[in-house]
């Protein structure tokens, strides 16, 4: 399974969550970039038992990277993710894990290399 191409999940006040279809395990990553996904810049990158759900708590109230994403929709960012499904939640876990350990992401607080 790969990586889904990027999907716009917020811009000003509005969340676009039409685009979430997956109610799996993922591991996902949450970017900024401009309006139609150029130069996208990775932050952040998480895990979810539920894709769905989980973008659509980051679009409800942000969770712990609240400050983070409204800081940069307020700069006229665009914020992205992308995702790739996994079979499990463990799977997820160890795709995050894997990826924190190869590159460094700003707004993760730990496992970064």
């Known amino acids: 399974m790969g990586w889904t191409r990027p999907r716009l999940l917020a811009y000003k006040n509005e969340w676009f969550d039409a685009s979430l279809d997956h109610e799996g395990p993922a591991c996902y990553k949450i970017g900024t970039g401009g309006p139609r996904g150029g130069n996208i810049e990775w932050h952040y990158v998480g895990e979810t038992v539920n894709e ?3 973008m659509t708590q980051y679009g409800s109230d942000g969770s712990h990277l609240s400050k983070m994403i409204n800081w940069h929709l307020k700069q006229g960012w665009h914020i ?7 079979r499990t939640k463990e799977a ?8 924190l350990a190869r590159w460094e992401y700003d707004w993760n607080h730990t496992g970064n290399r």
């Open 52 to 54: 769905r759900q989980r």
């Open 80 to 86: 992205w993710y992308h995702a790739c499904a996994c």
């Open 92 to 99: 997820a876990k160890r795709m995050q894990d894997n990826l």
